[in-house]
T-cell receptor
């Protein structure tokens, strides 16, 4: 099962770049890597997805090394509103998107 | 609709009662998922549908839990003879893909907070 491992929590300050790394040693050849963001009292929200190398959108960047056994979500210049739980998921037909506990990011002023 | 809609937003019931939770997915979305989320934890998969067919129900905790999506759109998650341990946030998600693609993107509703007294 292509489960993931990510830090339980991280602290940062406004304006800093935040990098959250996720390990997925058993990723399968066809699996994509997807990150979701969840604010309190809301459902998870898709933020970025990639297969290899680097993906960038208006919210974040996703860096995936050649062996694809890990990935790093990069949030540029975070603000207080980026305080949330971030989940790293690897597409797995048998696992049906195991969310785990995610990484709780706390952005301080 | 514009997003995934779940109702009711809150449901308080007494132990032993049956409850039905409703999910209205994004219009045209093929796949529909049910998750349960405990406080401080990530969503836990319960079951999912492609159109009206229930493809996987391996996450349903026991036979008191059931789900249906008879016309391939709105889905209902039913919990019979509720117990206090069933108290949780129940979330629905939908996807435009058929649930077998590993690059699937899920769109979640706001959930139904179930409290069993």
């Amino acid at each position: 099962l292509a489960k993931t491992t990510q830090p339980i929590s991280m602290d940062s300050y406004e304006g800093q770049e935040v990098n959250i790394t996720c390990s997925h040693n058993n990723i399968a050849t066809n699996d994509y890597i997807t990150w979701y963001q969840q604010f309190p009292s809301q459902g998870p929200r898709f933020i970025i997805q990639g297969y290899k190398t680097k993906v960038t959108n208006e919210v974040a960047s996703l860096f995936i090394p050649a062996d694809r056994k890990s990935s790093t979500l990069s949030l540029p210049r975070v603000s207080l509103s980026d305080t949330a739980v971030y989940y790293c998921l690897v597409g797995d037909n048998f696992n049906k998107f195991y969310f785990g506990s995610g990484t709780k990011l706390n952005v301080k002023p | 609709g514009a997003g995934v809609s779940q109702s009711p937003r809150y449901k308080v019931t007494k132990r032993g009662q049956d409850v039905a939770l409703r999910c209205d997915p994004i219009s045209g979305h093929v796949s529909l998922y049910w998750y349960r989320q405990a406080l401080g934890q990530g969503p836990e998969f319960l079951t999912y549908f492609n159109y009206e067919a229930q493809q996987d129900k391996s996450g349903l905790p026991n036979d008191r839990f059931s789900a249906e999506r008879p016309e391939g759109s709105i889905s209902t998650l039913t919990i019979q003879r509720t117990e206090q341990r069933d108290s949780a946030m129940y979330r629905c998600a939908s996807s435009s893909q058929r649930g077998i693609a590993t690059n699937e993107k899920l769109f979640f509703g706001s959930g139904t907070q179930l409290s069993v007294l």
